[in-house]
């Protein structure tokens, strides 16, 4: 790498530092280029060279939340060792609340209230699903083991996009009712995070880590995982 990239490198690792410092304080909504020049002493334009604008400078950082917690989720699938898809299951989902819980701005603009204004590009795509592969490489490798011979039938569900088979391909080899129990079971995970997250189990529950590990068990359950 020449010196130019390294500081170029090193400018962009500083802008969305102070960005992301800036979400923390004042919302995703409330990014503002001028204000993170501000912080960093840079010139109104000099940001320009890195960052054509702030859509721009949002969406390197929603790449980066979902590279991070998709790693998360890879890393703890991937040290399961020889464990079964129940346990693999209960991994990943531990190590994507664990990640939330220490990144809580950055899970709140990836999963909290839509930017207004904001329109996330496709590029974003393929880094959103990296959870949700994870999760259903689990469900595959679980359907296969206990039905070996029996192949994919096309979808037949009305209310599932064929779509969903591009987007995540892993899906194309389940059947449609385990399709929709898969996704069932992703929302109900991320679901029981942002309530822990943003404050709606207060009253509630009393040991929120208890509570995750019982109910990504009764999930487990409902997915038949052993």
């Known amino acids: 790498m020449t010196a130019r990239a390294r500081v170029r490198q090193t400018m962009v690792a500083e802008i ?4 992301r410092a800036q979400v923390a304080t004042s919302g995703a909504a409330g990014l503002s280029l001028r204000l993170v020049c501000r912080d960093l002493g840079m ?11 702030r859509d721009e400078l949002l969406t390197a950082l929603i790449l980066d939340g979902y590279d991070a917690v998709g790693a998360a ?3 703890a699938d991937a040290t399961s060792g020889e464990r079964g898809p ?5 991994r ?8 939330a819980l220490q990144h809580p701005h ?27 592969v994870a999760f259903a490489r689990v469900l595959v490798d679980a359907h296969h083991a206990s039905h070996p ?4 039938i096309p979808m037949q569900r009305a209310d599932l996009d064929p779509g969903i088979s591009a987007v995540l391909p892993a899906f194309a080899a389940l059947p449609d009712d385990l399709i929709a129990d898969g996704l069932m079971a992703w929302t109900s995970v ?6 822990e997250l943003f404050g709606h189990l207060v009253g509630s529950v009393a040991d929120p880590t208890v509570f995750f590990a019982s109910q990504v068990a009764r999930i487990a359950d409902g997915l038949n995982l052993e």
């Open 86 to 90: 129940r346990e693999r299951f209960a």
């Open 43 to 53: 010139s109104s334009s000099a940001i320009y060279r890195y960052f054509a604008s």
């Open 106 to 132: 950055e899970y709140a603009l990836l999963y909290g209230s839509p930017v207004p204004g904001y329109s996330a590009p496709p590029e974003t795509i393929g880094p959103a699903t990296r959870v949700a």
């Open 73 to 75: 989720a890879e890393e």
């Open 16 to 19: 969305k530092q102070a960005a």
């Open 92 to 99: 990943i989902a531990a190590a994507v609340r664990a990640w």
């Open 149 to 152: 011979d029996v192949a994919a």
């Open 190 to 195: 991320f679901g029981l995070i942002s309530f």
